[in-house]
Each structure stands twice: as structure tokens, then as C-alpha cells.
């Protein structure tokens, strides 16, 4: 069964529910990087690693509202699995 959870969106309005797709397999206490898909509008939410000084330099300005995170590659399947409607490591 798909796990949920209930959160706000940064334009204040109620997120209903969020369907983890899945956490980082190799990520130690089965932490972060997670993938979420939102059941209302299909965006894909994620969690990722914060990104170091260096790498942020090259990314550049980043506005307050939003937030810069590192995924492994590793974590493409449940990226596809959002895009593809649920089929996982189909392209």
C-alpha cells in the first residue's frame, strides 16, 4: 500500500495526499534521497542531498522559496516511474 502524507505547498494551498514512489536503496537507515508523487497535480516532490559550496556557486543565485538538492543517478527508476504513470525503469 502506497504510504501518504499531508503537507501545505508554498502557495499555501492544501496538498492532499503524497504517494512515496521510493527511498534511495543504498542510503543508509533507508534515509534520504525520496521520491513523492503529488496524487492532485502529478508534480514529483523530492528529498535529496544539500548541495556543498562549490556546487551551488555553479548552480548560481537561488531564490528563497526555493532549494537545490543532489539525486544519485541511482534514483532515475523512481523518477520514471512518476513520468511513466507508474511503470518503473521504462524510458
Known amino acids: 500500500m502506497p504510504s501518504t502524507s499531508n503537507l ?3 502557495d499555501g ?3 492532499a495526499a503524497l ?7 543504498d542510503s543508509p537507515n ?7 508523487v ?5 508534480s514529483i516532490v ?4 544539500n548541495l556543498g559550496p562549490e556546487s551551488l556557486a555553479q548552480v ?4 528563497a522559496h526555493e532549494g537545490v538538492v ?3 543517478a541511482r534514483m532515475m527508476p523512481f523518477l520514471r516511474e512518476v513520468v511513466n504513470g507508474g511503470t518503473p525503469g521504462t524510458a
Open 19 to 25: 504517494r512515496l514512489i521510493g527511498k534511495d536503496p
Open 46 to 49: 523530492v528529498q535529496g542531498w
Open 70 to 72: 543532489r539525486l544519485p
Open 13 to 15: 494551498s492544501y496538498m
Open 8 to 10: 501545505t505547498r508554498r
Open 60 to 63: 548560481g543565485t537561488v531564490p
Open 38 to 42: 503529488d496524487e492532485d497535480d502529478g
Open 30 to 36: 533507508n534515509g534520504s534521497p525520496t521520491v513523492w
